[in-house]
């Protein structure tokens, strides 16, 4: 018989990865709630009016479609399903997908509860996201956003908040990062420079890959969207800008002098500098033009975080948006937000072994017990334990001591407090480390005094 697996791109998590992964929400949680932020859930499945045509077309290809229930074939014709029209038929057979990110419902729930949520709107949301993308290393059709958004407030205070956000997570994380930051506003400014302005769009999906294809694969892609050689050639400076943040934002000042928009952008980014400066943010922060974010919705800072010890793509990311609550009907709504990903994240402590220990201590104390009456002596001490918030948890069956400590052992409980005969008769038990191997007989109040 054929074992069962899982779809490709998506994980099970054992209890000690389970422990480790609390530990990042956990953490991430904290800081969120340490700023001011509350939690909101929404559903995973969202009306395919909801999400189409909010992510570009690439990002309409990767959403999961969820066939209608019942008969999903009643409405469509014979023709249609001999066209073979796979795009006419899914709007047919399919009023509902997965969601692709949590900004778009995010956008979607602050329209629907206009009238009872107070502005600016400071939300935080951990739930999964699906992408229909081909897996591979550090990438997922199934994994974990950590979003912070602040909707309804157009003040560059919220962007230092974001970035004293991500400061503070991966300080308590242990990772060392980068912050690459960058303001859509100086990418239109830089297509309007170059006589391009209405291909904005396709300049940025190309720049973004810059990290990944190389200078010149990017020229090649730019050129093959119809973009004149002598505006790409307009283009090289700019991608190849060096030297600290201020130098680069003072040749940026030379080259979009006549862009008012691009102009906008260097003062946003100057702010937000001289923000992060005067809180001496302790995190590397470097201003990268080839940072473009493909996504349509960002018109003002962008961020993206990359962990310096390590290979990987980005593990945070996002940007300021001002009209993403438009599509649903509510104009003039500024936003900016991050999202953590928590799958990237989490794969990149695994590899450089930052989890502590006590991440993975779930139960501190296992009752080792050998008949009946045993068990019976052990519950009121495991009762006063739980009481006092010790997990505690006794093994349910007479069996071999030897058993009963690999068990422990096996998930990393550090004590162990065997009963028998003697014990019961003293009133006490045998404490162990599991770590050094000392043993000691304790009353109920010295347990407990050693367990907390």
Known sequence: MQKPSIPKGTRDFTPQEMANRNYIFNTIKDVFCLYGFQQIETPAMENLSTLMGKYGEEGDKLLFKVLNSGDFISGTSETELLERNSTKLTNKISEKGLRYDLTVPFARFVVQHQNEIS???????????????????????????????????????????????????????KINVVVKINNRKILSGIADIIGEAEKITDITVAIDKMDKIGLEKVNEEIASKGIPAEAIAKLQPILKLSGSNAEKLNQLKVVLAHSEVGMKGITELETIFGLCEAMKIQTQIELDLTLARGLNYYTGAIFEVKALDVEMGSI???????????????????????????????????????????????TKILFVSFGEKELLYCLPWLSALRTKGVNAEIYPEPAKMKKQLSYADNKCIPFVAIVGVTEMNGGKVMLKNMKTGEQALVSIDELIEKML
């Open 316 to 362: 945070t990311g996002g940007g300021r948006y001002d009209n993403l609550t438009g599509v649903f009907g509510l104009e003039g709504v500024s936003g900016v937000g991050i999202s953590f990903g928590a799958d990237r994240i989490y794969d990149v402590l695994n590899q450089l072994e930052l989890y502590p220990e006590t991440s993975t201590e779930q």
């Open 119 to 173: 502005f600016p709107f400071k939300r935080y949301q951990i739930q999964p996201v699906w992408r229909a993308d081909r897996p591979q290393k550090g990438r997922y059709r199934e994994f974990y956003q950590c979003d912070v958004d602040v909707l309804g407030s157009d003040s560059l205070l919220n962007e230092l908040e974001l970035i004293q956000i991500v400061d503070e997570v991966y300080r308590r994380l």
